[in-house]
């Protein structure tokens, strides 16, 4: 059967059953940890925790390719210098695009225990496209990183929509169908946690937002950004002003990481990209990121994860005492053996793309494909 076959044969079969529209949290109990979680408020903690017994979570997320112009920041970041209160060194989430990346270079974050989602091929809008697009974008990145990094495909299971433009029911099928558990791209105004999509959105969705409920699918919310000018942007990047300096940065950053530390500690999301890490002069944002880390890992209740691991806690709440039960938060030894394959890896440059008007080049584990990898 053929992508395109398929897809008609499961429209066809969705239009012949009832879709399942999203109904109200429910109050009776039906909605339960691992699989489903909701609140009526969204600002509640699993279980009910007292909000001084919860680890507040902090998720480095990265939305750009892997290249040379940042891979040296990301090590130096990366280090092992920084580390959580359990001794673990910090961990960033990287949702990775196709054009430009290096996939030595993602295979090197994954064998480090960073972890790989996806955004998308080409990066392009894909809020009112089919779910076949998605399907060609997302799992088709999935598997561009497995073919060309070496990475197990069930390791890749978060998405992340270009441009943070979410693509309703069609990217949520789409997720569902192919074993994505979590995404990260709805922004919101104020600290929620996350929730499955089985019932209503607990936070004003803007854009394209889902309309019928699609089982174990988390979302993690990312809030906006407020800036040194109070006011509220969609990316660290956009609230980041060209007179800033790497103290009034971190400033911004620990400003907003006490909306969430202060009040219900949900899940603290920055959203960082290249233009953030090389932003202001002499490295000036990268260090002021490095501050902000080094301050808030200080505090005993305090951990830098990956988007897994916030999936993880979801699934299985516990408070701080017990935070050694969660086996996923502990320390991993390196993946030495995956990163095996690329210690040579294989420069393949290509005279344009199919409908692309420039030269390309980029840099994998294996033998080069004959023509440029699209969708």
């Not at 089919?130 to 197990?152: H, N, P, V």
Request: hydrophobic share 30%.
């Amino acid at each position: 059967m053929t992508l395109t076959s398929k897809y008609v044969f499961q429209e066809q079969t969705r239009r012949r059953q009832p879709s399942r529209l999203l109904t109200e949290c429910p109050r009776d109990g039906s909605c339960r940890l691992p699989s489903c979680f909701c609140t009526s408020t969204g600002k509640i903690p699993p279980n009910n925790f007292d909000t001084k017994q919860v680890p507040q979570m902090v998720m480095l997320s990265f939305d750009d390719p892997i290249t040379d112009r940042i891979i040296n920041t990301l090590k130096s970041l990366f280090s092992g210098s920084i580390r959580n209160p359990n001794g673990c060194a910090i961990k960033g989430t990287f949702f990775v695009s196709h054009q430009w990346n290096n996939y030595d270079q993602s295979l090197w974050l994954h064998s480090t225990n960073h972890e790989i989602g996806v955004n998308s091929i080409t990066r392009e809008d894909l809020s009112g496209r089919t779910q076949e697009r998605w399907y060609k974008e997302q799992k088709g990145m999935r598997e561009t990183l497995a073919e060309f990094s070496f990475i197990d495909r069930s390791h890749i299971i978060g998405t992340r929509a270009p441009e943070l433009k979410i693509g309703g029911d069609a990217q949520y099928r789409m997720m569902s169908e192919n074993n994505f558990t979590f995404d990260n791209s709805m922004l919101v105004s104020s600290p929620y946690w996350p929730q499955t999509l089985d019932h209503k959105l607990a936070w004003e969705c803007d854009g394209n937002c889902p309309t019928q409920s699609h089982k174990a699918i988390w979302e993690i919310p990312i809030q906006n950004i407020q800036a040194n000018d109070t006011r509220w942007y969609k990316t660290l990047t956009r609230a980041m002003k060209p007179f800033d300096s790497r103290d009034s940065v971190t400033k911004m950053l620990q400003r907003n990481f006490m909306n969430h530390y202060k009040t219900n500690r949900a899940p603290f999301i920055l959203t960082l990209d290249t233009e953030f890490l090389t932003y202001l002069p002499d490295n000036g944002a990268v260090y002021a990121l490095r501050d902000f880390l080094k301050f808030i890992v200080q505090k005993q209740d305090v951990f830098v994860v990956t988007g897994s691991q916030i999936i993880d806690y979801m699934r299985n709440p516990v408070d701080l005492n017990n935070i050694k039960s969660l086996r996923s938060w502990q320390c991993k030894p390196q993946m030495k053996d995956e990163a095996n394959p690329c210690e040579n890896p294989t420069t393949c440059s290509f005279s344009g793309r199919a409908r692309g008007q420039f030269a390309h080049s980029f840099r994998m584990c294996g033998v080069c494909p004959k023509s440029y990898p699209w969708i």
